[in-house]
Every structure is written in structure tokens, then in C-alpha cells.
């Protein structure tokens, strides 16, 4: 069955959370997914890091590690990852999406040794 373009797919949320002191903001908080659409979460840290690494949870509650990237732009398939880190900045691209696109994003600034990533609701 087809659906009209403007079909409502699911809901992505960004999380505000805090890595080892350094303050990491997600925008825009909460988005609903259109079809045919392209939609870019945006991730600012408050100090320099060595990477970021962005996950999916999935409304089943698991837990996906989508990238990690120090610097630069990865792309897997409708995913493109950018961080910049002297802009303290990274963002996450996604173009058409789809209902299994649909959860919660996280992205985890790296400061140090690897650990898990933090995140409050």
C-alpha cells in the first residue's frame, strides 16, 4: 500500500545530556518525520573533543551505534555524520527517512579514555 508523501512517520528526540563536565546539546529537541523529507540533527559541546560517536535507540529500547567520527563527514547509506571539532559541533543528516528511523538520538562528545555514553530525560 502507498502512502501520500506527507504521511507522518515517526518522531525523532534529541537528547541534552553531560559527558565528563562538558556540557553536549542536541537540537531540535523532538521532530516528526515526513516521508520524502531530509531532516539534520545538530549536536554543540561545550569544550574540544576527540570524537563523537552517534547512537539510536529504537522505540524498542535497544541501543544502535550509528558512527563514530573524530573529524570530518562518514556516510552509511541515508546517514551522513559531520564533526567539526574546533567549531565544537556535529550533526547528523537524514535523508529519506524511514518508519525504522524513528527513536531517540544521541550523540556522546569524547573527551578522554572511551566510556559509555551519558544521557539525563
Not at 558512527?67 to 551522513?80: A, H, N
Amino acid at each position: 500500500m502507498k502512502r501520500p508523501a506527507g504521511t507522518v512517520l515517526g518522531l525523532l528526540f534529541a537528547q541534552v545530556c553531560c559527558v565528563r563536565g562538558a556540557d553536549v546539546e542536541q537540537s531540535p529537541p523532538a521532530l516528526s518525520l515526513q516521508e520524502g523529507a531530509s531532516y539534520t540533527l545538530r549536536c554543540n559541546f561545550s569544550t574540544s573533543s576527540q570524537s563523537v560517536n552517534w547512537y539510536l535507540q529504537n522505540p524498542g529500547g535497544r541501543l544502535i551505534h550509528l558512527f563514530y567520527i573524530p573529524s570530518g563527514t562518514k556516510q552509511e547509506g541515508r546517514l551522513k555524520a559531520t564533526t567539526v571539532p574546533a567549531e565544537r559541533r556535529s550533526s547528523l543528516h537524514i535523508s529519506s527517512p524511514r518508519t525504522t528511523d524513528s527513536g531517540t538520538y544521541f550523540c556522546a562528545a569524547q573527551h578522554g579514555a572511551p566510556q559509555a555514553p551519558a544521557a539525563s530525560t
